[in-house]
């Protein structure tokens, strides 16, 4: 009776990725990541960032996100304590950087809710373990209409991160995938199969991929 190698019935450990989504307001970036988060399946830790950002009533603190003063936050900027940080709309919003880290080490995977600033200043920091994707809305007319059925925010507030979202239109050049959030289970598929693509390739399992290659070709 032959006896399984283990080694060969281990698959190779891969290195953990972030995966970073940005968009728009009202593009449907944070309805993506909650689709991602329910399915277990597709296993991802949420990134949960600190923000100065008044609470909105659908929002719960240390879920949505940390909600910290402007003192604590500017306290750990300073520290270099948060991996990305930046000033929108009035308001500081920024990523721990310790808890990314420990999920990274076990080789798991990490997803950003967050802006092309923080997109940017994350690639710099770590660019081989980042894929980013950018959601786009269809049409500007469709955009207003989302934020508008929201209900969350005055019209003034509205105003005025439609006039922000043309800037941020313009960042999708510096993505890796783009997407256009025309039909939301049709997206959310896309970016599944982006995940497992970039899953797979070979840097991102090249350390574990080596030594299972080593023992296959020392086996007689």
């Not at 944070?30 to 960032?49: A, E, G, H, K, P």
């Not at 991996?83 to 076990?106: I, Q």
């Not at 995940?195 to 090249?206: G, H, I, N, P, Y």
Request: proline content about 5%.
């Amino acid at each position: 009776m032959m006896i399984a190698n283990p080694a060969l019935q281990t698959p190779p450990r891969r290195r953990g990725l972030m995966l970073i989504l940005s968009s728009p307001s009202g593009a449907g970036k944070t309805t993506l990541t909650r689709l991602l988060l329910q399915n277990r399946d597709v296993d991802l830790t949420l990134s949960v960032s600190v923000t100065t950002r008044a609470r909105r009533s659908s929002e719960a603190d240390g879920i949505h996100y940390h909600f910290i003063s402007r003192d604590r936050f500017e306290t750990m900027r300073d520290r270099g304590e948060l991996l990305e940080h930046a000033e929108v709309h009035g308001n500081y919003y920024g990523t721990p950087r310790g808890p990314v880290d420990e999920v990274l080490s076990n080789g798991r995977d990490v997803l950003f809710d967050i802006d092309y600033q923080g997109t940017q200043q994350v690639r710099a920091k770590a660019p081989e373990d980042v894929v980013t994707i950018f959601i786009l809305p269809p049409s500007i007319h469709e955009l207003r209409s989302r934020l508008e059925r929201r209900a969350e925010d005055a019209p003034e507030t509205i105003a005025a991160r439609l006039r922000a979202s043309r800037n941020e239109i313009t960042r999708w050049t510096t993505y890796d995938y783009v997407l256009v959030n025309d039909d939301l289970q049709r997206t959310f598929r896309d970016v599944l199969a982006i995940l497992t693509a970039e899953r797979l390739r070979r840097v991102r399992q090249e350390a574990a991929t080596a030594a299972f290659v080593s023992q296959l070709l020392s086996e007689r």
